[in-house]
Each structure stands twice: as C-alpha cells, then as structure tokens.
C-alpha cells in the first residue's frame, strides 16, 4: 500500500484472540499498529472508540492483560506498534513503570492525545532512555512556529490531527491545514500521518495526497464489531488494494 | 508566598495543561484575555458594576444567633445563596462572559453537575446575547430538575450525556469535545476551580470577591476575624474564593469540606483528599479517586455538587502545604444540617453547602466557642425534591 500508514485497534477488543488476530492481519497491509490501552475518561475520542474502551474495561482487562497481548502479535521486522492511550494510564503509574511494560510487550512508541507539546518534556525524556517515542502532534490550530518546534526532532512519525474534532468525525481538509502539513513535512524528517477522519480508500486517498501516511481507527473498529476478523481483513484488503503503488 | 500559579500553570507540582493539542492555543488566548482584562480599568468597572447592581452583590454576612444558641459554636454565614440565581458561580460567569465577548466568541458552553453553573452560564448568555450550550449528565439531569427548566427558561440548549456515569465528570468531558470541535467560535466557560491552565486560576480569581468581601465584613461588621474558615469542596470553587481572602491571616484555620458520602468503598464517597493519589483528569495533575489500574473511580455524594472524582489542583497543593485541613461530611450528616438550619434560622441550604455547615455541626465540640465563618455557597431549592425523598417531609 502506498504511503506510512498505520491501523488504530483498541487492545483486548472485542475479546484478547480476535484482537490478536486482527492486529496480525492489520501488520498484513499497514506499517504500524496503534494499540489503544482504555481509559474510563477518553476525552480525545468519539463514541465509538470510547464504547470499545469501555467494554474491555467492563470485562476486568488491566493494561498489564492489554500488554500481555500484544505480546502474542507477530510483528514483521521493519514495522511496528504504538501504544496510544491517556496522561493518567502513564503519570499514575509512572513512566518508567509503564515504559518497562511497553518494552517487555515489543511496542516502541507512544501517542498521549492528552498531553500537549508544553507538557512533553517531562514524559519524553523517560521513554527516550527506554527506546520509546513519544508522537508529537500538529493540528489544525499549529501555528508555523508550533510546528517549527515540535518536528524537526520528532521520532516515528508526526501524528497530524486532521481536524478540529475527536476521533470518528468526517475528514475536511481546509486549505490552510494543507498548507499546514505541506509546512510541517518540509521540516520533518519522520514521516507526517493524517489521523481523525479517514473511513475508506476516498479519504485515505485524500490524506496521501497531501501527508505521508494516514491513520484509520473508528472505521476498523466498527468493522471488527459487525463482522468479525475476517471482516475486517477483507475490508483492509480492498482498501490496500484501492491504495496499491 | 509566591503568587501562584507559576507560568506554566502550576501550583507546585500540581496543575498544567494536559489538553489535546488543538485547544493550547485557546488557552493560551484566553490567558491573554485575561491579563488583560485584569489591566483595563473598564472592563473591570464592567465586571463591578454588573456584580453589584446585576447579582446583587456585596453579599451579606449573617450572624446565625438561634443555630450559635443551640450549639455553641459562633457561627457566621457568607451568604451567596443570596446571589442572583441561588449561587457563588454567577461570580465565575459574569467574569468568563465578558471575556467571551472580549475574545469576539459569542457562543459559551458549561459542564453542569447540580445545575448551579448552568443556570449561572445561561443567565449570563441571555444577558451579554450570546449562545449557550450546557452539557448535563443524565442522572444529573433526573436529580435537579428546576435547574433543566431554568436553564431552557433562559434560553440555552441543555444535552444530556449518557456515557460514563453520566454525571459531572462526563459533562465535562462532552464540553472538552465540543470545545475541540469548536475552539474558534466558542468559550468553554469551565464552572469550577479544574481544568487546564489557566481556567483554576482565573476561576479562582473571579471568587476571590467572597473572600474579599468576607473578610472586610468580619472586621466591619462581626468584631474581628473568624477562628475557622469552612467551605464545601467539590471542584472547590466557592472553598478557593473564600479561602483567598484569608490566606495571608495564618492565625486562621481553613477547612474544605469533601463529600463523605455513605461509606468508605469505591462509589460511596467523593473524598478525593483522603482516598485519592495524583494523577491526571480534564487537564491538569492533581487528586484523583482511580483504581490501582489508574481508571477514574465511580463518586457518590448526595448532592449532585461534590460528586467529583478529581479537585482543583490549588486545593492539591493546599493539602500538601497543610495550609488548608481537608475533612468529610457525610450526605446523612449533610442533610441534618440543612433541616437544622431550614428550621432554627429560616434558610434553607443546597444540599453542597449543607456539608460545610454539616461538619461543623458534627463536630461542634471542636469548635465550642469558637467564631466559625461558613460560605453557604447556595440555596436549597433545587434540592428539594432529593431532601423530601431522603427526609420523608
């Protein structure tokens, strides 16, 4: 498939071996996984993802459960997972505690959708000592000198927020976010990935045309829902053969 | 002491701005606004003018001679459930609406939890002509009746929200997701002393005129300074307001008041103080009631209020500086209060404010003879269906 791209899915859902499954299956088609570890208050998402978050919460799955499954995912050489949940599932534990369980699981990244750039530092530091990338966010709201500072040392990729909005919305790209992320990716040297908004290959489509990657999340998690794995994977595969080089 | 917050929206290690990275420069403009508001003459004798003459401030402070009688704790109310629409927020509302308009957004949203904020959110957007969306968990919802009415009465769009434990936490965050959506043409009017940087400050601020006011008073007025300064906490807005006036006096002892709900397991209580450790809720550091997989616990208090999981971070800090003492009420012991006083001195409490009178009244050998000045933060009638339910009037 043309471009970085990664495939949200929320860990343990809809239960521990189809999760596995379907992250094994997603590694198939995109560069990188971003597993959500739930949290009882997902701010950044819509009702979709925090419904997933929710039943895996209501079963009893800890983070540690999350993690000890991700370890089963055969990760190919050359790709590789991220971990994207909240301030608090890290801070309360600490970081290094948390940095310790991402290691030991195999993901090497991590996106905090609440945690801002002024608020970097003090998690970004730790997980650099562990190997672990911390995303660094561009929104539609970035200033030039915002995305000046927060690209030219990012690490992984540069997680583009495409809209004002939470996750599960539909993707519109203004013409000053364009320019935006055409800004943003002449600074950056770890590839620029659209996230909020793409469902299918048009708004896939859209996103490569003007980022390096995208990030679908909301849809395969609904598709995961209604039809199962196999689902998922067929409908994966359509669009991966939509975006073929 | 130095001023705090710092720069960073800190007090100590407690605060900061843990927001998704679209809203920072909206908190960043709205701090502007602020300092600048905070320098211009005018719009502060706006602001005053609006306080006196609008709400109907200042708010008396009233000697409670029967209940002192009986108890034998000299006991003083400050008196904000005097203030136009039966609450302290309208103090906090009038401050953020003008500075709505300042910023040119014409469309305010609040998180509600007893209905006391909404109501003073949509007062104010009538008033200055603006739009208003109040978000509002369902249980809430059921819980507090008047205050939906009031609020659609005024003009503003009431949502439910469904998810989570649909109450207070939710509500805030279904107005986080609406201030993402629409931070350009909207003011997210944060109704307590939480929250990103710098909305526990600027809240703060905008109470500070309880204190203020409260302290002059005792002087003027009542003979001197208080011994005790008792204040319910949820979010602790009215507390932080208070509280700021008699800060500098370090002969005064100041206590915020948690909800102690019916007992001591996850879910019965709002005691964020005693059970809770630190971590990170609707922007900033402070504490917080999780369980040891770090996810939000379930809260529980009789009044809609102080079911808050989190606190505002300078109450945090507070705690860790021993400068304010943190204690319970129970809703029983919250609720004999509010008939005593409805009863002995004819005033009838919300049901928040009855755990600041609560305690003391609990614990009034501790305070035997001593002057004990309680905000009653609001009134009582929003309550009144819960207090006939849980008394059997």
């Known amino acids: 498939m043309k471009g970085y791209n990664g495939l949200y899915l929320m860990g343990n859902f809809p239960d521990p071996e189809a999760f596995v499954e379907a992250s094994n299956a997603g590694l198939a088609f995109f560069d990188f996984l971003e597993v959500g570890v739930p949290f009882s208050d997902p701010v950044a998402d819509g009702p979709v993802i925090e419904r997933a978050a929710g039943k895996v919460l209501a079963k009893g799955y800890r983070a540690e459960d999350i993690f000890a499954s991700i370890e089963k995912i055969a990760c190919p050489p050359g790709k590789k997972i991220y971990i994207m949940t909240y301030a608090n599932q890290v801070f309360a534990r600490g970081n290094g505690a948390f940095a310790t369980m991402m290691k030991r699981s195999g993901a090497s990244g991590i996106i905090l959708p609440d945690v801002p750039s002024v608020e970097r530092a003090r998690f970004e530091n730790d997980f650099a000592r562990y190997g672990i990338d911390l995303v660094r966010f561009i929104t539609p709201e970035s200033t030039h000198e915002q995305i000046q500072n927060a690209v030219p040392g990012a690490r992984g990729f540069v997680y583009c927020i495409s809209i004002r909005g939470i996750t599960g919305s539909a993707l519109v790209l203004d013409a000053e976010t364009k320019r935006k992320i055409v800004y943003a990716r002449k600074y950056s040297s770890a590839p620029v990935v659209l996230g909020f908004g793409i469902r299918d290959a048009h708004s896939a489509r859209i996103a490569l045309e003007h980022a390096d990657g995208f990030i679908m999340g909301t849809r395969a998690i609904e598709k995961l829902e209604s039809d199962g794995v196999s689902g998922l994977q067929g409908f994966l595969k359509e669009i991966a053969m939509a975006l073929a080089e | ?393």
């Not at chain 2, 200042?58 to 109310?77: C, D, H, M, Q, W």
């Not at chain 2, 006391?116 to 002509?129: D, R």
């Not at chain 2, 002969?251 to 709002?270: C, D, Q, T």
Request: charged share 25%.
């Open chain 2, 1 to 393: 002491m130095k001023k705090l917050p710092d720069e960073r929206g800190y007090f100590g290690e407690y605060g900061g701005k843990f927001v998704p990275e679209t809203l920072i420069n909206a908190l960043e403009e709205l701090e502007r606004a602020y300092r600048a508001f905070q320098k211009s003459r005018d719009m502060k004798n706006e602001l005053k003018n609006l306080l006196i003459n609008y709400a109907g401030r200042p708010t008396p402070v009233y000697f409670a001679a029967n209940l002192s009688r009986k108890t034998g704790v000299e006991i003083f109310l400050k008196r904000e459930d005097l203030l136009h629409t039966g609450a302290h927020k309208l103090n906090n509302t009038i401050g953020q609406g003008l500075l709505s308009r300042f910023m040119s957004k014409r469309r305010l949203i609040a998180e509600t939890g007893a209905g006391q904020h909404g109501v003073a959110t949509a007062t104010v957007a009538a008033l200055l002509g603006m739009e208003c969306t109040v978000y509002m968990g369902s249980v809430d919802i059921e819980r507090q009746a008047p205050n939906v009415a009031r609020m659609k009465l005024l003009g503003a769009e009431v949502i439910p929200v469904e998810s989570g434990s649909r109450t207070l936490k939710d509500a805030i965050n279904a107005a986080l997701r609406d201030w993402v959506k629409n931070v350009r043409t909207t003011h997210y009017c944060l109704g307590s002393v939480v929250g990103p940087h710098p909305f526990p400050m600027m809240v703060r601020d905008f109470q500070s005129v309880i204190g203020k006011e409260a302290h002059a008073q005792m002087r003027k007025q009542w003979g001197g300074d208080p011994d005790f300064v008792v204040a319910c906490v949820g979010g602790g807005s009215n507390a932080a307001g208070i509280f700021s006036g008699f800060l500098h006096l370090t002969k005064i002892k100041l206590i915020g008041v948690e909800a102690g709900g019916y007992g001591n397991a996850p879910g019965e209580h709002s005691a964020r103080m005693r059970k809770g450790r630190r971590g990170i809720l609707h922007g900033c550091i402070t504490y917080l009631l999780q369980s040891d997989d770090c996810q939000v616990l379930p809260v529980h208090s009789v009044s809609a209020g102080l079911d808050y999981p989190a606190v505002g971070p300078e109450h945090a800090f507070f705690k860790d500086n021993e400068i304010v003492e943190y204690v319970r009420c129970s809703d029983k012991e919250a609720l004999e209060a509010c008939l005593m006083l409805s009863k002995l001195e004819g005033i009838i409490p919300a049901l928040e404010s009855s755990h600041a009178l609560g305690y003391v009244l609990s614990k009034r050998k501790k305070f035997k003879g001593a002057r004990v000045l309680v905000n009653l933060s609001g009134r009582g009638d929003k309550d009144m269906d819960i207090i006939r339910k849980e008394t059997r009037i």
